[in-house]
């Protein structure tokens, strides 16, 4: 290999690197403030419960339904792919990795919510992530380019007979409606 080649790779792997650095930076951050938010509402004083506790108890579940809904929105495979659309000349690997990535982070900022709805729930909340995880993967399988994941994910996630992200929508309502 000659000098340019040599110094061109060095930038390569620099550039890469300090891509991965940010990402991986950026997610322990966020990973180190929920953790902070979590001690400090273990360590906040106990909630006065007013006459009508219950209300308020039915009044957090239904805000988690509601937030697990647009969780479930901003994942969706469409939704998804309009916020995030593949930069000219982007790889199939980085655009599958910020695709991936979005979703761990709409996961993540919702994990709280686990407590105010039921197992079933939850479970299925965790299945439409992980249904929509693995069409982004099978997507990815081949592509050379971001524009193509994007292409395929589109006609994959149009093909999907059982629509996991449908079925978490259904079922947080009839949650919610439990609780109404």
Request: hydrophobic fraction near 45%; charged fraction near 20%.
């Amino acid at each position: 290999m000659d000098l340019i080649t040599t110094l061109v790779l060095l930038i390569g792997f620099a550039i890469i690197s300090g891509v991965l650095y940010s990402v991986i930076n950026k997610t322990l951050d966020q990973l180190n403030d929920t953790i902070i938010a979590l001690v400090r509402r273990a360590e906040a004083p106990p909630q006065v419960v007013e006459a009508d506790g219950k209300d308020n108890s039915n009044a957090l579940r239904l805000q988690a339904c509601e937030r697990l809904t647009l969780m479930l929105e901003r994942i969706n495979v469409p939704n998804l792919l309009l916020r995030l659309p593949p930069g000219t000349g982007v790889s199939a690997k980085e655009h599958t990795a910020v695709l991936l990535m979005t979703i761990r982070e709409e996961f993540e900022y919702n994990v709280t919510q686990q407590i105010y709805v039921s197992d079933a729930l939850w479970s299925i909340m965790i299945q439409a992530r992980d249904n929509v995880s693995q069409l982004i993967i099978r997507a990815a399988e081949g592509a050379e380019t971001g524009e193509q994941v994007a292409s395929r994910l589109r006609l994959m996630s149009s093909r999907q007979p059982d629509d996991a992200i449908g079925l978490g929508q259904a079922a947080i309502r009839r949650e919610a409606s439990l609780v109404l």
